[in-house]
């Protein structure tokens, strides 16, 4: 299994991830083919949570402490990827977990 079910009480661990240009990140996102400032609240989703980009440029509600996060929404613009990674688009970086949440600084 990649990543758990999704769920509204599904639980995640939230990670800091550069979607600019010479980011962590490294190749632009995988929705769009662009880059994100970090002051744009953007995040990328563990390998099941993408779910083949069915979630692409769609918003998701950021919660913590088991509360939401009031008025905070985060775009859905690439994968964290739980099978593969360590390649030049990702900085060759290990692999994700398949509960990661990776936001920009804005979130």
Not at 20 to 43: F, I, L, M, R, W
């Amino acid at each position: 299994m990649c990543s758990p079910p999704v769920s509204s009480h599904t639980k995640a661990t939230l990670a800091l991830n550069s979607f600019e240009k010479g980011g962590d990140g490294g190749a632009p996102s995988e929705c769009d083919s662009q880059y994100h400032s970090d002051n744009t609240p953007v995040v990328a989703l563990s390998t099941g949570w993408y779910n083949h980009g069915n979630r692409y440029l769609n918003f998701i509600d950021i919660h913590g402490n088991g509360k939401m996060v009031k008025g905070l929404e985060a775009m859905m613009v690439d994968e964290c990827d739980s099978t593969m990674r360590c390649d030049s688009d990702h900085h060759y970086q290990p692999r994700c977990n398949n509960n990661i949440v990776e936001a920009s600084k804005a979130v």
